[in-house]
């Protein structure tokens, strides 16, 4: 059993879409982190959450601590963006551990 | 955000030879470093964590005579593959936090990855 459920597993949209992404976790988490892993691998950092909403340009995260649930959302899709996007928890109960899920990956079309 | 940098991004080697994968953090103190590891089309495995100074933990499965850990300050994590084998062959990421300005505890910064293909 995975801890931390994305969907959808994999996503095509065409350029200028809005996209969501979810995550549905089942521990208590102490924060939540949105990842992008571009094709050559590399990880960036979009988003930590702990409560509430951020935005960052075109990109929005949610996270509802009740539900365990929080969403990524890209506002005009573009090319550019087409990239794996990787939920990740803390868990509440122990260090720095992370639970991963397995990732969504985005193809937007130009 | 803080950068964490690896070296090599990516490295052939025969098999049964060693490679050691470096981990820095530039520009703050990282008291822990992770290493995880990633197959094609999985997620990320956290293989071992590592504190500043002290033995590494490693998770259950991972061999830690094969896969040594060192952290032998704030700013460099070591991972070194002994005796590597194909199957060794995957994509190694670590990651940092730690204490430096506005960096809170819980946040954690990547490195790009090492692609460590086995021959």
């Known amino acids: 059993k995975n801890e931390v459920e994305q969907s959808p597993q994999n996503l095509t949209a065409q350029e200028g879409e809005f996209i969501t992404i979810n995550c549905s976790y089942s521990v208590g988490i102490s924060a939540l982190h949105w990842l992008q892993q571009h094709p050559g691998g590399g990880i960036v950092s979009l988003f930590m959450?702990?409560?509430g909403k951020k935005k960052h340009g075109r990109l929005i995260a949610t996270i509802n601590i009740q539900e365990k649930h929080s969403s990524l959302h890209i506002t005009a899709s573009h090319p550019r963006d087409s990239a794996v996007y990787i939920c990740?928890?803390?868990?509440?109960?122990?260090?720095?551990?992370?639970?991963f899920g397995t990732g969504t990956s985005l193809t937007v079309i130009p | 955000g803080a950068v964490v940098s690896q070296h090599p991004s990516w490295v052939i080697c025969k098999s049964g030879t060693s490679v050691k994968i470096e981990c820095r953090s530039l520009?703050?103190?990282?008291?822990?470093m992770f290493w995880y590891r990633q197959f094609p089309k999985q997620s990320l495995m956290l293989m071992a964590t590592s504190n500043e100074g002290s033995k590494a933990t490693y998770e259950q499965g991972v061999e830690k005579d094969k896969f040594l850990i060192n952290h032998a300050s704030l700013t460099l994590s070591t991972l070194t593959v002994t005796s590597a084998h194909p199957e060794d062959s995957s994509f190694y990421i670590c990651?940092?936090?730690?204490?430096?300005?506005?960096?809170?505890?819980?946040?954690?910064?990547f490195g790009p990855g090492t692609r460590l293909t086995v021959l």
């Open positions: 990740a928890v803390r868990p509440s109960n122990t260090g720095n551990q992370f639970y």
């Open positions: 959450l702990s409560s």
């Open positions: 520009d703050f103190q990282a008291t822990t």
């Open positions: 990651s940092a936090s730690g204490i430096a300005g506005v960096l809170s505890y819980n946040e954690q910064f």
